[in-house]
């Protein structure tokens, strides 16, 4: 089996990046190096979370042979401790031979930095600029990033000075590539702690509240005005821009240089007005004997980075839109089912979507009327205990795993504990999903708490490429200090435990942070303990709190303005509903 875990795990991380990107984006209208940069960047991103599990139980094994191969003396300061005449060591299922996990993670580590600090931030800006040609867009893609590349370059030469200055160091390459490593982790666990202390409250009380049927109703009915007044003003603003694009379409005529810009222009606008306008046009008529002013090039620019905006926003609150009102009809439908004395499943509306024919055969009206009006708000409560209690003990961890003797943080105990048996299915099982817990915790967040609608994940291939791009360039900023972090939780990273025993593979390749000794043994150390403060802010909702007296509106229970954008959500909802009403009543009398 030696590899063949490594490898069925590439291939079918390959196949799961694939499957979700084709949920989210469009592979047939966006473009394909949007689509290969993003495959890419999350494909990378899932193979760390999945491969590092392997890595840490190859490591626990390679620790037993060196304690086994050296005498009782020389293993005092090593991770196992036992003689090597009472100790056996047993190979896992899904040893990894040496040599290989230290290439792979450089490749892999690499790759990711090259993608979310230098390519993708510059697509995202390609892909948003209004430039009517390839130079134009790189041209503005470089201006754009100007100060964010510079932003970097001052962190790390911050380090660079530092090191330079102390007289004990003395500058190497592997050195240099260690700074670069370490201001990309300080960056990164900088905004992790931020969003992990909102996650593990949050995620949490979700759930819980997940079960209260009323409480979830209400919820979407604020959602929903809130989501129309973004939806009016969508629109409301696509017409303004339609407007001016009418405007310059009708200045602008055929044989008129800037004609091309005003082509591609009207291309990205939706097909109603594309139709609209050409009704509009006249017949060829010659630019030069009109005396006209007429928009610069500068001008269309800034007109065609102002469409790709409006009609991305626009389809987005559309989408947004459609998938609210099914969710507020599954649960006005599961509120009137409750009471059912038939105990069938009754729907309002049938799905618009074509079902399984499997599903429909084992998932029949009373198995759904069982499960959705009484076990699964009993589900939804297990599951928020139990993540409840996976937040607490990653706050423990996070303010203790600094402690080796004796061990505090329990993570590290449980994987210590795991070891002595040599469970390593129990062991890699117990860090993948740690891992992806605190993977959840940090990337719904950012996904959950929208800064002023720039970027938003939509499923049913409505994602634009901007925010495709973004999520690409977020994962692979967050995933590598989160991974870390995990080690440190566990007393897999030397520089925490302090041991001298064989480090892990992907802490190899992060050098020895002892060349930043302000950062090992300060920021790494100290800075994850404020995930504690946070949590009890984001418990009593303080953030949300504030939000609602700057003037943007949260959904807070004992609030006024929460119960009149209720009310009318409510009224919005039951309007939508009789629309749909009414077509389903035509459709059936033209049948």
Known sequence: MSGAA????????????????????????QHRLVIIATLLAWYLCFLIVFILPLDVSTTIYNRCKLAVNSSPAESNGSYVTLAPSKQKCFK???????????????????????????????????????????????????????????????????????????PNFNLQWNQLQTIGIAAANTWGLFLLVLLLGYGLVEIPRSHWNGAKRGYLLMKTYFKAAKLMTEKADAEENLEDIMEEVRKVSESIKYNHPLRKCVDTILKKCPTEYQERMGRNMDDYE???????????EKSLVKLHKQVIYSVQRHRRTQVQWQILLEQAFYLEDVAKNETSATRQFIHTFHSQEPENKIVQYFYTPTVEWYWECLLRPWFYRVLAVVLATFSVIVVWSECTFFSTK?????????????????????????????????????????????????YYLASHHQTDAYSLLFSGMLFCRLTPPLCLNFLGLTHMDATISHRDGQPTAYTSIMGSMKVLSFIADGFYIYYPM?????????????????????????????????SDLIDEGKELIRREKRKRQRQEEGENRRR
């Open 92 to 166: 896992p299922w899904s040893y990894i031979p040496n040599g290989i996990m230290p290439i792979f993670w450089r490749v892999v580590y690499w790759t990711s930095q090259f993608l979310t600090w230098i390519l993708l931030p510059f697509m995202q800006s390609y892909a948003r600029s209004g430039g009517f040609s390839i130079t134009g867009k790189i041209k503005t893609a470089l201006i754009e990033n100007a100060i964010y590349y510079g932003t970097y370059l001052l962190i790390f030469g911050a380090f660079l000075i530092y090191v330079a200055v102390n």
């Open 6 to 29: 490594l490898g069925l795990e590439i291939v079918f991380v390959f196949f799961l990046a694939l499957f979700l990107l084709h949920r989210y984006g469009d592979f047939k209208k």
């Open 530 to 562: 404020l995930v504690v403060i946070l949590c009890i802010a984001t418990y009593f909702s303080l953030g949300t709190r504030c939000l609602n007296l700057l003037g943007f509106q949260q959904f807070m229970g004992d609030s006024e303005m929460t």
């Open 406 to 454: 004796p061990v505090l943080s329990l993570f590290a105990v449980f994987i210590q504990l795991a070891e002595k048996t040599y469970n390593y299915i129990y062991i890699e099982m117990a860090c993948f999903l740690t891992i992806f817990f605190l993977s959840i915790c940090v990337y719904s967040t950012v996904f959950r708490i929208r800064v002023f609608n720039y």
């Open 286 to 296: 010659d630019f030069d004997e009109r005396q006209n002013s007429y928009p610069s």
